[in-house]
């Protein structure tokens, strides 16, 4: 009989991986998040009640593992475009697949915490309003205004780094 532990694991790996990675951009920072997300939730995995599915429970815990990694390093997200830029261009990047990809990476990373929370688990992971308003501790009407807001917002930006060009 296989490990439990092991077949969480191997089913969410990935999504949470691709979470946190558009949530940094940093291919080393969100596999120490990853791998911190897992180690939390086999922690508490006896507690888990199953008020939700163990996917959103998963995608909590990687949220709130992101948002104390933001905390503890100071790191609001302001990064400066140049040193980002500088970095895609010296280093080969498999995760990155075109400049729309890129600069939909950069657009992102511009956005407020929970704006890019919204779109990356809705749009990206094609998470319900309801899994969603789990994950933030909101309601469903809250979820749906902030992603309205959140796609509102990401697209002025998009708009104005394609001007800006």
Do not use: C
């Not at 439990?4 to 949530?23: C, D, G, M, Q, V």
């Not at 997300?37 to 922690?43: D, V």
């Not at 990694?69 to 980002?84: A, P, V």
Request: a neutral charge.
């Amino acid at each position: 009989m296989s490990d439990p532990r092991i077949e969480l694991y191997e089913t969410y790996k990935n999504a949470i991986f691709l979470y946190l990675y558009r949530s940094t951009l940093n291919q080393h920072i969100a596999e120490d998040l990853t791998q911190d997300t897992f180690f939390k939730a086999f922690q508490s995995l006896s507690s888990f009640r199953g008020d939700s599915s163990l996917k959103t429970w998963l995608f909590k815990i990687a949220r709130n593992t992101y948002i104390n990694y933001s905390r503890k390093k100071q790191n609001k997200m302001e990064f400066q475009t140049d040193l980002i830029d500088m970095h895609w261009s010296q280093q080969p990047d498999h995760y990155k697949r075109s400049d729309d990809q890129h600069q939909i990476e950069l657009t992102l990373l511009k956005l407020p915490e929970n704006y890019r929370t919204y779109i990356i688990l809705r749009d990206v992971n094609a998470l319900s309003y309801e899994e969603v308003a789990l994950i933030t501790n909101e309601s469903t009407g809250q979820v749906k205004v902030g992603l309205y807001r959140a796609r509102k917002r990401f697209r002025e930006i998009y708009r104005e780094m394609e001007d800006g060009e």
